[in-house]
T-cell receptor, first 113, second 117 residues
Framework: GNSVTQMEGPVTLSEEAFLTINCTYTATGYPSLFWYVQYPGEGLQLLLKATKADDKGSNKGFEATYRKETTSFHLEKGSVQVSDSAVYFCALSRTNTGNQFYFGTGTSLTVIP | DAGVIQSPRHEVTEMGQEVTLRCKPISGHNSLFWYRQTMMRGLELLIYFNNNVPIDDSGMPEDRFSAKMPNASFSTLKIQPSEPRDSAVYFC???????????????FGEGSRLTVL
């Protein structure tokens, strides 16, 4: 089946610290992979994506690389800011069999000044 | 683009009442999804439509929940009768057609926060 597993939170970091949020997936075939971010009181927004193996998605200083050999898509940022405090969701989609999405449980990040 | 529009943003009702949540997807999107988010269970897919046709409703909790998509620009999620355990934030999301070159990107509305007393 298809599923996404991401690291448990909450994560608390000081401003300018390095961030890693782990995400691994199980899927048949070749899914597309995504990171979504949810700020307090808002809906989820697409942060970055990668559609094939070895692709690197990046946005707002965040990066994630599609690793087929380890079935992973870890989110990283070199220097977090207070404004990055949010919940981060890893997700995969299988568009060749409909339009199905599978989300991880979300990881809450709090960045303190 | 106006984005996915949901209404109401907040709803407080009493147990046993009917609740109707509404969603207008982004124009040109042909897939629409209803999700429920709670602290205990996280983000759960309730149902999704492709070209106005329900494709997978296995996430709908029980017969009290129903969803319709009468046309490409409107969908409703109805709970009748509502119960306190239905209290959650309900999100609607839409996505591009598979042939668009941008499949797999979900666009979420801001959610409808439901409280059932």
């Amino acid at each position: 089946g298809n599923s996404v597993t991401q690291m448990e939170g909450p994560v608390t970091l000081s401003e300018e610290a390095f961030l890693t949020i782990n995400c691994t997936y199980t899927a048949t075939g070749y899914p597309s992979l995504f990171w979504y971010v949810q700020y307090p009181g808002e809906g989820l927004q697409l942060l970055l994506k990668a559609t094939k193996a070895d692709d690197k998605g990046s946005n707002k200083g965040f990066e994630a690389t599609y690793r087929k050999e380890t079935t992973s898509f870890h989110l990283e940022k070199g220097s977090v800011q207070v404004s990055d405090s949010a919940v981060y969701f890893c997700a995969l989609s299988r568009t060749n069999t409909g339009n199905q999405f599978y989300f991880g449980t979300g990881t809450s990040l709090t960045v303190i000044p | 683009d106006a984005g996915v529009i949901q209404s109401p943003r907040h709803e407080v009702t009493e147990m046993g009442q009917e609740v109707t949540l509404r969603c207008k997807p982004i124009s040109g999107h042909n897939s629409l999804f209803w999700y429920r988010q709670t602290m205990m269970r996280g983000l759960e897919l309730l149902i999704y439509f492709n070209n106005n046709v329900p494709i997978d409703d296995s996430g709908m909790p029980e017969d009290r929940f129903s969803a319709k998509m009468p046309n490409a620009s409107f969908s409703t999620l109805k709970i009748q009768p509502s119960e306190p355990r239905d209290s959650a934030v309900y999100f609607c999301a839409s996505s591009f057609p598979r042939t668009s070159g941008r499949p797999g990107e979900l666009f979420f509305g801001e959610g409808s926060r439901l409280t059932v007393l």
